[in-house]
């Protein structure tokens, strides 16, 4: 069954993903914090012909995820494919991160990551499946006034590799999707105060195309991580 669940689908990198993967005949589950957005997108999904479900979950909320996903689960069935996009990012020093901040970005980061692998991967291994976790080149370098962000992407690479580890036999295979700048809403956040020359990022529409790449390889083989840059490289 070709369904694919993408988190943080409402905007940017997961919007992209959801064109991407409809027009390559894939049904979707988006989920994702604003109800309208989704809404929206799911009307511009219609001409595909595919099913496309929406589920309305805070990832902010650990509680809202272990209350929607079951419920996401029996109503529509499990995906074949787990696009863990949602991301959060906060640029400060260190130091000068509050433990809300720092807990806000562990959340959406990592645990949040953790917890939706932990309601949908047992439920996958009847069929086999996929999960594809967008990472960033910050999960293997440190950025100043990016600490945290650099923080919950690398343990987000680790705990990735170990979920691909533990569930090979499983017949579920897990990937990072691995980035440098990408052109999307989130430079616009009230949290990120940085100024770069978005011409010069990827754009959300590229990494859809390589996210979808990964997706489809064949069952006897995984692309464990695909490390996608702009050509005028980190900055």
């Known amino acids: ?70 419920k996401m689960l029996n109503n529509i069935g499990c995906p074949s494919v787990l696009i863990n996009n949602a991301g959060f990012a906060i640029n400060k020093d260190l130091m000068d991160t509050t433990i809300d901040e720092w807990q806000k970005i562990i959340q959406v980061n ?32 440190a950025f100043p006034q990016w600490g945290a962000y650099c923080v919950s992407k690398a343990a987000l690479a680790s705990f990735t590799k170990c979920l691909r580890e533990e569930e090979r036999s499983n017949s579920i295979r897990a990937c990072t999707i691995t980035l440098g700048s990408v052109n999307t809403p989130l430079w616009d956040s009230e949290y990120v105060k940085a100024e770069f020359d978005k011409n010069s990022m990827l754009s959300s529409d590229q990494v859809a195309q390589n996210i979808l790449y990964i997706a489809e390889q064949d069952s006897s083989q995984i692309i464990e991580d695909l490390t996608l840059m702009p050509s005028s490289g980190a900055f």
């Open 110 to 141: 990592l645990s949040s990551v953790f917890q939706m692998c932990n309601l949908i991967v047992p439920r996958m291994r009847e069929e086999g499946g996929v999960v594809i976790n967008v990472s960033s080149h910050a999960a293997n370098n």
């Open 1 to 70: 069954m070709n369904l694919a669940l993408i988190t943080g689908a409402s905007k940017g990198i997961g919007r992209s993903t959801a064109k991407v993967f409809a027009n390559a005949g894939w049904d979707l589950i988006l989920l994702g914090r604003d109800l309208s957005l989704m809404e929206e997108l799911k009307s511009d999904l219609s001409s595909t012909g595919r099913k496309i479900f929406i589920v309305k979950c805070d990832l902010l909320n650990s509680q809202n995820i272990k209350i929607e996903i079951p």
